[in-house]
């Protein structure tokens, strides 16, 4: 009986190390951080966006110049 007590503590001693580990690789997480990748990713977006807006205004001009019959 003592055998399957030390056994069923050495379990809950390792099951508690493990999810105080975890947290700990929680907090010290990089989650949060900018990347390269999600600049040029909003820079390319931002650079897109500028186009359709121009495309959009040359389709409007080019409208608005169509004589009227």
């Known amino acids: 009986m003592l055998q ?3 056994m ?3 379990a ?3 099951a508690g ?3 105080i ?3 700990d690789t929680a907090r010290h997480d990089d989650r949060g951080e900018v990347t390269a990748t999600t600049a040029i990713i909003v820079i390319l977006v ?3 966006i500028a ?3 121009i495309i959009a205004t040359r389709i409007t ?3 608005n110049n169509v004589p009227t019959p």
Request: glycine letters at 4%; hydrophobic letters at 60%; proline letters at 0%.
């Open 4 to 6: 399957l007590q030390m």
């Open 8 to 10: 069923l503590l050495t």
């Open 12 to 14: 809950w001693w390792a």
């Open 17 to 19: 190390d493990a999810v």
């Open 21 to 23: 580990s975890r947290i």
């Open 46 to 48: 931002i650079a897109a």
């Open 51 to 53: 186009a359709g807006t």
């Open 61 to 63: 001009d080019n409208a």
